[in-house]
């Protein structure tokens, strides 16, 4: 969840999890898996909100360093997260600038974007600061040092469809949805090579158009999942096999759209 979400809950600790979000880590492991050649040495995890997605990977050992970026993070915040999350070797930063003065290299790199680039009015905002060309060795300044890096890899989700945008989508912040089309082409655009894309939720998708028909107000999010631990599992489950489901059908050829799309890129 983002930091304005784990603000408004009741309590920054042993907080319930909304199923979607443990469905979309879950998708997220697996695309990664199947797409991300080797080991990255580094997870960057851009828009990091609450950190579960950086602590559910660093779990898994899935980088060998791992890094949260928000520009809402305060020193109170950060100190909630790291006590929540057993104090993991997660690095929290409050910016991307300030994560690259820290770190002018950065090999083998997987940056991740998740659920980020709709809150923005320019996407450019983040991604002229993470899509960056490896630098030629010709070019490496000998006074600060910055030497050429090894091609990083994007992860990348937003919510899909602006047929399906609503007062939920007001609520998050949300300026615009996507399209797969779309948003291959914003990122490539920037210079990045889209290596995979897709959609994934459907089963989310027609439940929120159906919402909309109908005129039901939505306004609820996921910082306030009421949900027992029981019907969590349930309806993780059910999502996760419709993730499956869709990337099973990806592969024979056929696209089932979905509430989110999904772009996994590497630096051109």
């Known amino acids: 969840m983002d930091i304005s979400e784990f603000n408004r809950l009741h309590t920054t600790s042993h907080y319930s999890r909304h199923p979607w979000e443990i469905a979309r880590g879950k998708a997220l492991v697996s695309l990664i898996r199947g797409n991300i050649p080797g080991r990255p040495a580094a997870l960057v995890d851009v828009g990091s909100g609450d950190a579960y997605i950086t602590n559910l990977l660093q779990g898994q050992k899935m980088a060998d360093a ?105 609520l998050l912040g949300h300026y615009r949805r996507y399209t797969v089309g779309r948003f291959e082409k914003v990122l490539t655009d920037k210079g990045l090579t889209v290596i995979s894309s897709g959609y994934f939720f459907f089963s989310l998708l027609l439940l929120r158009w159906f919402e909309k ?17 029981l019907k969590t599992k349930i309806l993780t489950s059910i999502l996760f096999v419709d993730f499956k489901i869709g990337d099973l059908l990806k592969k024979c050829g056929i696209r089932l759209p979905g509430l989110s799309c999904y772009c996994i890129c590497k630096a051109s």
């Not at 997987?110 to 996407?123: A, G, I, P, S």
């Not at 993470?130 to 300044?141: F, H, L, Y």
């Not at 028909?213 to 631990?229: A, Q, T």
């Open 66 to 170: 791992f890094f949260a970026i928000d520009n809402a993070y305060t020193p109170d915040i950060i100190g909630s997260l790291q006590k929540n999350n057993d104090d993991s070797p997660v690095g929290y930063y409050i910016s991307i600038e300030k994560f690259q003065e820290s770190h002018p290299r950065v090999d083998k790199a997987l940056y991740l974007c998740m659920d980020v680039l709709e809150h923005l009015k320019e996407e450019g905002e983040v991604l002229d600061l993470i899509a960056r060309k490896p630098i030629p060795i010709a070019n490496v300044d000998p006074i600060s040092n910055v030497v050429p890096v090894d091609p990083a890899y994007y992860f990348f989700t937003v919510p899909a469809f602006q047929s399906v945008f609503s007062n939920h989508d007001t």
């Open 213 to 229: 028909k109908m005129l039901r107000k939505k306004d609820y999010s996921i910082d306030n999942w009421k949900g027992g631990p």
